[in-house]
């Protein structure tokens, strides 16, 4: 089945009783049994409800693996994944990420005895310099949370299973439509689903899909143990959202082509940090592992000083100054302050993360809309 198809149809069978074509909501806590232990496959909507079967189906059809579980939100998933673990363990992370998953690291889990590296994943070789007897996980985003640098997935899938480690890839920025890491040897995928799987900005939700059986029931134990669970209705919204994933990133991606290429012209542009480029230090790889280069970029202006960053940041009219990402509208965001602000500055500045980057989520709006509005911004913030 081709992808289009797939985002369509993943998960979906007609309601039995009803013939409806959507998962109804099943709003229920409990479930009546026949006799003790006798049921229809459904105790309590903790463990189990029919609307969030139908999206972990579906999850797992999409990112082309056999398990799919649903979190109350990208950093419970995240969560559930560190509780594999017992003190004493080390991860090895990117020095890129995005600042959640670095404060749930740094703040709770070292606390617990979890030792963390943090390493340039652009380079494998630092990877493989950091494994020990304690190493258990690599955590890997690709493209990474600000800076758009890529991680070869298949060569730190090699890395991992030659030492028995558990790889796992945040593939947030990329969707399900641009890359499937479990083909290229991820053992699990890891979705922040308010993002792009949900599309709209109006549910917060998290993903976890792997192959192995034991790993899913681990997973799904901790799932079911520490009840970071979403509601039926945020699981609908997100079998929606899917739908139409495969139509929407086809325009998120052209249109982040556009402008990457346009503020690339601009002359008060410093830096656009785009794996679209050719001359971007991972384009052949994401060409090779990605279907198309999405619709996340970040920037730096010639002028580095915060006041004029914050000037442009308030000056745009569509591009909504906000948190998130992926959704159809498209947003504007200071790193530096909101979405990476639990992350020490030295260690910021030290990954290449500067004071006045700018990071831009773009929409499906119409492209030369949306490049009108960053070039009044930018003029309004270098002239004033």
């Not at 641009?178 to 053992?187: E, F, I, R, S, V």
């Amino acid at each position: 089945m081709k992808p289009a198809t797939k985002f369509i149809h993943a998960g979906s069978h007609p309601d039995p009783s009803t013939g409806a074509i959507m998962t109804p909501i099943y709003q229920t806590s409990t479930y009546v049994q026949e006799a003790p232990g006798v049921n229809k496959g459904y105790e309590y909507a903790r463990s189990q409800n029919p609307t969030r079967k139908a999206l972990e189906e579906a999850l797992a059809e999409i990112e082309e693996g056999k398990f799919g579980l649903a979190f109350g939100s990208g950093v419970a998933a995240t969560d559930a994944v560190m509780k594999l673990l017992k003190p004493g363990d080390e991860v090895i992370a990117a020095n890129d990420m995005y600042g959640g998953t670095y404060r749930l690291f740094s703040k709770i889990y070292e606390k617990f005895g979890i030792v963390f590296h943090y390493v340039d994943m652009g380079n494998v070789k630092h990877i493989e310099d950091c494994i020990n007897s304690n190493t258990k996980l690599i955590w890997a985003e690709t493209p990474t949370n600000p800076l758009m640098n890529i991680v070869d997935i298949k060569a730190v899938s090699i890395i991992s299973k030659n030492h028995n480690l558990i790889l796992c890839v945040d593939n947030t920025f990329a969707s399900p439509a641009l890359q499937n890491p479990l083909p290229l040897g991820a053992d699990i995928v890891m979705h922040s689903a308010t993002k792009y799987l949900g599309g709209h900005s109006d549910v917060i939700q998290g993903a976890l899909i792997m192959n192995d059986q034991l790993l899913r029931d681990e997973l799904y134990f901790i799932q079911k143990s520490c009840g970071a669970v979403p509601g039926p209705m945020d699981c609908f919204l997100v079998l929606r959202g899917i739908k139409t994933l495969g139509i929407r990133m086809e325009r998120h991606s052209q249109n982040g082509a556009a402008i990457a290429q346009y503020l690339r012209t601009n002359p008060a542009v410093k830096k656009v940090y785009w794996p679209g480029f050719t001359d971007h230090p991972g384009h052949e790889i994401a060409k090779a592992q990605m279907k198309d280069f999405g619709g996340m970029i970040s920037f730096e202006l010639h002028d580095d000083s915060i006041e004029t960053a914050r000037t442009l940041l308030s000056s745009t009219k569509l591009f909504a100054l906000a948190e998130s990402l992926g959704g159809v509208e498209s947003l504007i965001n200071h790193p530096a302050s909101m979405t990476h602000a639990s992350i020490p500055r030295e260690e910021r500045i030290k990954n290449g993360l500067s004071d006045t980057l700018i990071r831009l989520s773009v929409g499906i709006e119409d492209a030369d809309d949306l490049i009108e509005d960053l070039a009044k911004a930018i003029r309004v913030a270098t002239t004033s």
